[in-house]
């Protein structure tokens, strides 16, 4: 069985500082990560993936996260917090052997990332 | 602009009373999915559909129906809701075939129970 941990309920940064969200998965096989964000209401909307190659991913809005296998972790970063990146922030994995090869994915709890003015 | 589309985002409903969410996309995907989102518990699925007519259970199936007649509709039916699914509802599609493909969601259904 797969899962996702994000250990955070809520991380608080300061506009300007560096962020990290953190999440962990497990899975029998090689790993798909995805990072997902939800602004208040609004659905979720994609950020980035890791699918193979390059451990450092960069995706939509200046987050980027990287990927390490032997802490098995899938850590969502950006140099520079905005105000506007407050939101709640989902980590999914799937194991690339998951059956029908588009379902099966699993989300960890959400991280509610509070950007200080 | 390519797009899943839930109707309604809104409701308050009574127990027991039957109810339709509709979902649509227009990116001729064959995969999707209904998941529900509730606080502490992140996002489970409810149903998926690899394909029209091809529909099976997720997580949490208990008290929902689906079904894929169209490739582009995959409604979510609640026969006799209970204050239980009082829930945020996403509908979810994606290319299928290859693990990595990104799973594109709609902007969620309110639902409440009472």
């Known amino acids: 069985a797969q899962s996702v941990a994000q250990p955070e309920d809520q991380v608080n940064v300061a506009e300007g500082n560096p962020l990290t969200v953190k999440c962990t998965y497990s899975?029998?096989?090689?790993?798909?990560l995805f990072w997902y964000v939800q602004y208040p209401n609004r659905g979720l909307q994609f950020l980035l993936k890791?699918?193979?190659?390059?451990?450092l991913v960069k995706g939509s809005y200046g987050f980027e996260a990287e990927f390490n296998k032997s802490q098995t972790s899938f850590h969502l970063k950006k140099p520079s917090a905005l105000v506007s990146d407050s939101a709640l922030y989902f980590c999914?994995?799937?194991?690339?052997?998951?059956?029908?090869?588009?379902?099966?994915?699993?989300f960890g709890k959400g991280t509610h990332l509070i950007i200080q003015p | 602009e390519a797009q899943v589309t839930q109707n309604p985002r809104y409701l308050i409903t009574v127990t027991g009373k039957k109810l339709t969410v509709t979902c649509s996309q227009n990116?001729?995907?064959?995969?999707m999915s209904w998941y529900r989102q509730d606080p502490g518990l992140g996002l489970r699925q409810i149903y998926y559909?690899?394909?029209?007519?091809?529909?099976d259970k997720g997580d949490v199936p208990e008290g929902y129906k689906v079904s894929r007649k169209e490739k582009r509709n995959f409604p979510l039916i609640l026969e006799s809701p209970s204050p239980n699914q009082t829930s945020l509802y996403f509908c979810?599609?994606?290319?299928?075939?290859?693990?990595?493909?990104?799973?594109?969601f709609g902007e969620g259904s309110w639902l409440t129970v009472v």
């Open positions: 890791y699918i193979t190659g390059d451990n």
């Open positions: 559909s690899m394909n029209v007519e091809v529909t």
């Open positions: 979810a599609s994606s290319l299928r075939g290859v693990a990595g493909n990104t799973i594109y």
């Open positions: 899975v029998s096989g090689n790993p798909y």
């Open positions: 990116m001729n995907h064959e995969y």
């Open positions: 999914a994995v799937r194991d690339m052997y998951s059956g029908g090869g588009a379902d099966g994915l699993t």
